[in-house]
């Protein structure tokens, strides 16, 4: 199995930015993707980015040009470095790593962007 433990979420202006990380332990080797979801209250969770151990990274519109995924593999975390934030990114932000046999979730980390 795998387990994820995220950081770095917190409050922030708009047009301010933040960097979530997830920090991965356990079975890594049988991780295939990882990623960022969020889910704002009232809403269904959503994808906002995946970064796959083989292939290219993908972005929800509404996050593209302003968020980036990335991975340090010597770490096993993932980061999401969320720039030119804006009040509709305020949800709760789960790392994700999928997995041939289940998909590991992490606790969430609260982001809210207010002024």
């Known amino acids: 199995q795998v387990q994820l433990v995220e950081s770095g979420g917190g409050w922030v202006q708009p047009g301010g930015s933040l960097r979530l990380s997830c920090r991965a332990s356990?079975?890594?080797?049988?991780?295939?993707?990882l990623g960022w979801y969020r889910q704002a209250p009232g809403k269904q969770r959503e994808l906002v980015a995946v970064?796959?151990?083989?292939?290219?990274?993908n972005y929800a519109d509404s996050v593209k040009g302003r968020f980036a995924i990335s991975r340090d593999n010597a770490k096993n975390t993932v980061y999401l470095q969320m720039n030119s934030l804006k009040p509709e990114d305020t949800a709760v932000y789960y790392c994700?790593?999928?997995?041939?046999?289940?998909?590991?979730w992490g606790q969430g980390t609260q982001v809210t962007v207010s002024s």
């Open positions: 356990g079975n890594i080797f049988s991780i295939i993707a």
């Open positions: 994700q790593a999928r997995t041939p046999s289940r998909d590991a």
């Open positions: 970064i796959p151990t083989v292939g290219s990274t």
